[in-house]
């Protein structure tokens, strides 16, 4: 039997109660922190709330690949051709030290030049940009804005939860199951917090060689859809640095991708996986990962970074001057559910104010030559 895909439908989301007032108090928190961060966060500079180091400005092109079968050649996938992209791999923590002390969560965000049509930013429809924000899971650790008011306050203060050894990592679960005593016993937040579980034993590799998700789910033209980039299998075997040893310097996510660069050029699969299944698929319930024996991955793009030399300050620089967004996206791509519509205005808050506080301007680049002004090509031996 083949699949049989379910469609997209405005009603596949649900109206989270409180939802407008719990994303001010979201923002209100995001923008806290942010405005703190200046002098708290060690760079001198405003970081973001989550992402907030960056391990390297990547320039790339997309290629949509032809022949898609008509399911995945939906939205911008429809249209066969090369384009010019910029990746940014990131740390999830909310703080910019040591990678020792930032955790296993690891992002990749692609910025996709010359895409058609208006994106669901209403300040900025027309800046032919496409973007994805992606984790090195395929679940997140969070359902409901409601629930991410606490999070939030827990990851932003986690430093000092396991700072305290066995009984502050414990106050940590504790706090995190109940909702920091705001949850009764049946609404504790167990499939969540056994998410932050799995997303905190992530393995620690070359950024290169994780598989990046959208977490939540997005619309695929007529139908509904998870985003996955995956390490090509053939230059995943390449990779010589891959197991990542935190206690052995400072710095080791970033040097191991400069030098991986350096020496040979990459690529990943942008892939789809198309929803079959709203019970066992579910859009709302970000814990769940969507079974691949109901729907595969099917690669519908490649993402070829070419050799390059990013070890220079000024490639931070230009980094952490550009803005990514799961909302920058064309409508037959829009973010589906609760927590996905939320960070449409919490990303948009928190991207101006740090613009504002760095004295950075926020615009959005026409080019990847715009960004990288021609510095970073390795001449070929």
């Given at each position: 039997m083949p699949v049989r895909f379910i469609p997209y439908a405005p009603d596949v989301e649900i109206d989270e109660p409180g939802f407008d007032e719990n994303v001010q108090k979201v923002i209100a928190k995001t923008e806290e922190y942010i405005t703190g961060s200046v002098t708290t966060g060690g760079t001198g500079q405003a970081v973001r709330d989550a992402h907030a180091k960056g391990y390297g400005l990547v320039r790339g092109?997309?290629?949509?690949?032809?022949?898609?079968?008509?399911?995945?050649?939906?939205?911008?996938?429809?249209?066969?051709?090369?384009?010019?992209a910029l990746v940014r791999f990131s740390n999830g923590s909310p703080h910019a030290g040591a990678d020792a002390r930032l955790g296993r969560a690891t992002g990749?965000?692609?910025?996709?030049?010359?895409?058609?049509?208006?994106?669901?930013?209403?300040?900025?429809?027309?800046?032919?940009t496409f973007d994805y924000n992606l984790i090195n899971a395929p679940v997140f650790f969070c359902n409901t804005v409601q629930h991410y008011l606490f999070i939030q306050d827990l990851f932003l203060r986690a430093g000092e939860y396991f700072a305290d050894g066995k009984r502050g990592r414990?106050?940590?679960?504790?706090?995190?199951?109940?909702?920091?005593g705001t949850l009764s016993e049946d609404d504790w937040a167990w499939e969540e917090f056994l998410t932050f579980l799995i997303v905190a034993q992530r393995p620690l590799v070359n950024?290169?060689?994780?598989?990046?998700?959208?977490?939540?789910?997005?619309?695929?033209?007529?139908?509904?859809?998870?985003?996955?980039?995956?390490?090509?299998?053939?230059?995943?075997?390449?990779?010589v640095e891959r197991r990542m040893d935190v206690t052995s310097a400072e710095e080791v996510f970033r040097p191991a991708l400069v030098s991986e660069l350096r020496e040979r050029p990459y690529t990943f699969d942008i892939q789809v996986q198309l929803c079959a299944d709203l019970e066992r698929m579910p859009v709302e319930d970000l814990t769940v990962e969507w079974p691949e024996q109901l729907s595969p991955y099917v690669t519908v793009a490649k993402l070829?970074?070419?050799?390059?030399?990013?070890?220079?300050?000024?490639?931070?620089r230009r980094m952490d001057a550009l803005s990514f967004t799961p909302w920058r996206v064309t409508e037959a791509h829009r973010p589906l559910g609760s927590l996905m519509r939320a960070r449409k205005e919490v990303y948009r808050h928190s991207s101006i104010l740090r613009h504002r506080l760095n004295q950075q301007e926020r615009r959005e680049p026409r080019n990847a030559d715009e960004v990288l002004l021609l510095t970073t090509a390795v001449p070929h031996h």
């Open positions: 092109e997309m290629e949509i690949l032809d022949g898609l079968p008509e399911e995945y050649a939906q939205g911008i996938y429809a249209a066969p051709g090369k384009h010019d990749l965000a692609l910025k996709i030049f010359d895409i058609e049509g208006p994106t669901l930013l209403e300040d900025e429809p027309d800046s032919r414990h106050r940590f679960y504790r706090e995190y199951v109940t909702g920091k950024v290169l060689l994780s598989a990046y998700t959208t977490m939540g789910a997005v619309r695929h033209g007529e139908y509904i859809a998870k985003v996955r980039i995956a390490p090509d299998p053939g230059c995943a075997a390449t990779v070829r970074l070419p050799q390059q030399d990013i070890s220079g300050e000024d490639n931070l």
